[in-house]
Structure formats: structure tokens, C-alpha cells
């Protein structure tokens, strides 16, 4: 089993930026992905970015591309998401997530994710 423990949300500016972290516990050995989705108000929780524990290859949604960034530290089995921008739309709670199977089979299917972290919430306000 992996737990995973989301950090980092709180209330910034628009134009603002915000680094939200998530440590995992347990079974790090068996993760080979680890995402972020987000959910904003009124709407599904989507995807936000993933990336390969292994290779380091990474993966963004449309909307964030440019102003977010995901990162790891596989020493401190922590992964990071920077973000800078911020926009009032950017508005959720951030979840963290996990799985044991290669990132070109989960990537951004919320479906496939085997570990998910409770969640931070981060709101940009003008």
C-alpha cells in the first residue's frame, strides 16, 4: 500500500504562485507514476499534470501548460507541482495521485490511478 499527503494549498493573488507538495509513504518502491487532478468548484475532478518516477518524462493539461510545472524527488518520495500565473480559474482542491503502472497507461485517466491523497485546496482570488 502507498499513502499519499497532499501540502501547499492556500489563498494567493491572481498572477500569484503557489507550490503544492505530496509526500508518499508505504510502498514507494512500486510506484512508477504520480499525477496531480484537480477539482474546481461545480465541476469534475480533471487532470492537471503527471509524471514518470523512472524516466522524468512529464505530461500537462492544456490549460496549465506554460505556467505549471511538476517535478520529483525520489530521495524524499515527494513530487511538487510550481505553479505561477495563477488565475481565479485555477481555483480547487488539488489531489495527488498514484500508480504502479507505467505513466502511458494512467496518464491523465483518472480511472487507472491506484493511490489518491486527500487533497489540498489552493483559491486564487483579484
Known amino acids: 500500500q502507498v499513502q499519499l499527503a497532499e501540502s501547499g494549498g492556500r489563498s494567493v493573488q491572481t498572477g500569484g504562485s503557489l507550490r503544492l507538495s505530496c509526500a508518499a509513504s508505504?510502498?514507494?518502491?512500486?510506484?512508477?507514476?504520480t499525477a496531480w487532478f484537480r477539482q474546481r468548484p461545480g465541476k469534475e475532478r480533471e487532470f492537471v499534470a503527471a509524471?514518470?518516477?523512472?524516466?522524468?518524462?512529464?505530461y500537462y493539461a492544456d490549460s496549465v501548460k506554460g505556467r505549471f510545472t511538476i517535478t520529483r524527488d525520489n530521495a524524499k518520495n515527494t513530487m511538487y507541482l510550481s505553479m505561477n500565473t495563477l488565475q481565479r480559474q485555477d481555483t480547487a482542491t488539488y489531489h495527488c495521485?498514484?500508480?504502479?503502472?507505467?505513466?502511458?497507461?494512467?496518464?491523465?485517466?483518472?480511472?487507472?490511478?491506484?493511490?489518491w491523497g486527500q487533497g489540498t485546496q489552493g483559491a486564487v482570488s483579484s
Open positions: 495521485a498514484a500508480a504502479v503502472t507505467d505513466v502511458l497507461q494512467v496518464v491523465e485517466r483518472r480511472e487507472r490511478y491506484d493511490y
Open positions: 508505504g510502498r514507494t518502491f512500486s510506484i512508477y507514476t
Open positions: 509524471i514518470s518516477w523512472t524516466g522524468g518524462s512529464t
